[in-house]
């Protein structure tokens, strides 16, 4: 409706629809905020008014029809908490619930998740090689079990209870140790660092030389961050990391600083593995 002719128009293309659908998906999470991506789709699609003039072009052959969206996600089941302490509205709870359900994590044996607790280096390997690798039983070089392989890390004992993910972290080249050069502990009970989770998630997904947008090397281009300068040891990780939309910076939403001796907390883990392996939005 146009407030200069005061007269409808017509107006077609996805840059129109868009707003529309994400108006929708809006309305129905505000109804029942427990509700995962998928399933809001899964409500979005199957509520559509069905036009035979639509048939061939749309995937449901079907208009939005907010109403009946809602209707049908008030009357959805109500949300169950993956653990107690990560209630339906918690700001990473699909993430959590993902990374459950995908199991990449159990939680603590009380039945709590403890989201806001740093990631250690230890659990940190645990949740990278359950995530990229889809078993909690990694197989290491030789096609060897990796808890029967023998240690990479004079911190790190076979009866150690991440030993076998922090095995494979090392034979992937996720992991260089804690110590470089020499790279003989890797320091398992330690806070993992905004920093050095970068490295582990780049190098997990792209290597330790990740090349950034232009076909430039990351170590070669601007800063996004102010706090992350070009000489710092993580500097290309970072980019990188940002580039792919892994990560928005630690101050959203202006996003201008990254904190890279900040540790990450378990909550962060889970969004930040479910944006690269789930379904989790970038």
């Not at 107006?11 to 109804?31: E, R, W």
């Not at 029942?32 to 199957?46: D, F, H, I, Q, R």
């Not at 090349?211 to 961050?225: A, V």
Request: hydrophobic content about 35%.
């Amino acid at each position: 409706f146009s407030d200069s002719t005061r007269v409808y128009e017509t107006l077609s293309g996805t840059s129109m629809a868009t707003p529309f659908v994400t108006g929708a998906i809006a309305l129905a999470l505000s109804k029942n905020p427990g509700l995962s991506a998928s399933e809001v789709k899964t409500y979005l699609l199957n509520s559509v008014d069905v036009l035979s003039q639509l048939a061939g072009k749309v995937k449901t052959s079907g208009r939005l029809n907010v109403a009946k969206l809602l209707s049908t996600v008030s009357s959805a089941p109500s949300c169950t908490p993956p653990f107690t302490d990560v209630p339906c509205d918690y700001w990473a709870y699909q993430a959590i619930k993902w990374a459950k359900e995908n199991n990449i994590t159990t939680g603590y044996s009380d039945g709590t998740y403890r989201p806001g607790e740093p990631v250690s280096r230890a659990a940190m390997a645990a949740f990278i090689i359950r995530a990229k690798e889809k078993t909690n039983d990694p197989i290491c070089n030789g096609n060897i079990p990796c808890q029967n392989t023998q240690p990479y890390f004079r911190d790190v004992e076979p009866s150690f209870s991440f030993y076998k993910h922090i095995q494979k972290l090392k034979e992937l080249g996720i992991t260089k140790g804690c110590n470089p050069p020499e790279s003989t502990l890797y320091c398992p009970d330690r806070a993992v660092t905004r920093a050095e989770m970068a490295a582990f998630l780049v190098r997990a997904l792209e290597g330790d030389d990740p090349i950034c947008q232009g076909d430039i090397p990351c170590s070669q281009t601007s800063p996004y961050f102010q706090d992350v300068p070009p000489n710092h040891a993580f500097f290309k990780y970072i980019q990188r990391l940002k580039e792919l939309g892994i990560t928005k910076g630690c101050n959203p939403p202006e996003s201008t600083l990254y904190c890279p001796d900040r540790a990450v907390t378990r909550a962060e883990m889970a969004v930040f593995l479910c944006r690269i392996y789930g379904n989790c939005p970038r």
